[in-house]
């Protein structure tokens, strides 16, 4: 069963408006949670993590929300650039499974200029 | 650059065959994660390992078995080949936990066909 959904699978965005990336979990276990860049045919690029003890992370134009009640997370871009078109991917893990991780099938963003 | 890498980058083969994937994680990082991507079942987990020993299983399949070695580095070894086994499949190593940060970094993966 998906246990990480990101029920977008596209989004279109203009250069210099927010991206903003949805994500909901099922699994109440997961306590760590990142997201994903990805190219076709080349592998994940790590962009950014939060642990459920917070509830927000920044990093330049990304930032990361946390909403546990919810148990959903959002990967706001500021300001979308045109080479931030990809599919991004979200991911959840836990300690007790080595922190592997469940990812969800991902959004397609493109950034139009 | 992540700082993984894998071997090789394609690989053709036929349905039945056994076929090696090779992994060098990140210096320093001592767990390996291997993952498959496929077009209906997008990234999946398959096994991790730490510091040369098994710590998680996922969806991997019993024709397919990994190891890790004492220099860290890792082979996914896929046996009895069938055309669905036709995937991307990644390698992805972490520090695992060094300042409470788990996030793990891929290789370039390695596309195997199955005719």
């Known amino acids: 069963d998906q246990q990480v959904k990101q029920n977008s699978p596209s989004l279109s965005v203009q250069e210099g408006r927010i991206s903003i990336l949805n994500c909901d979990y099922t699994?109440?276990?997961?306590?760590?949670f990142l997201w994903y860049k990805k190219y076709p045919a080349e592998g994940p690029t790590f962009l950014i993590s939060?642990?459920?003890?917070?509830d927000k992370n920044e990093d330049g134009r990304f930032t990361v929300f946390l909403n546990k009640s919810a148990k959903h997370l959002s990967l706001h871009i500021v300001p979308s650039q045109p080479g931030d078109s990809a599919v991004y991917f979200c991911?959840?893990?836990?300690?007790?499974?080595?922190?592997?991780?469940?990812f969800g099938k991902g959004t397609s963003l493109l950034v139009t200029p | 650059d992540s700082g993984v890498t894998q071997t090789p980058k394609h690989l053709i083969t036929a349905t039945g065959q056994r076929v090696t994937l090779r992994c060098s994680p990140r210096?320093?990082?001592?767990?390996v994660y291997w993952y498959q991507q496929s077009l209906d079942q997008g990234l999946q987990f398959l096994i991790q390992?730490?510091?040369?020993?098994?710590?998680a299983k996922g969806n991997i399949l019993e024709r397919f078995s990994a190891q890790q070695f004492p220099d860290l580095h890792s082979e996914l070894n896929l046996s009895s080949l069938e055309l669905g086994d036709s995937a991307l499949y990644f390698c992805?190593?972490?520090?695992?936990?060094?300042?409470?940060?788990?996030?793990?970094?891929f290789g370039p993966g390695t596309r195997l066909t199955v005719t």
């Open positions: 390992y730490y510091n040369g020993e098994e710590r």
């Open positions: 991911a959840a893990s836990y300690a007790n499974s080595g922190y592997a991780l469940n």
């Open positions: 939060i642990s459920s003890i917070k």
């Open positions: 699994n109440s276990m997961f306590d760590y």
């Open positions: 210096s320093g990082d001592l767990s």
């Open positions: 992805a190593s972490s520090a695992h936990g060094t300042s409470g940060r788990y996030e793990q970094y």
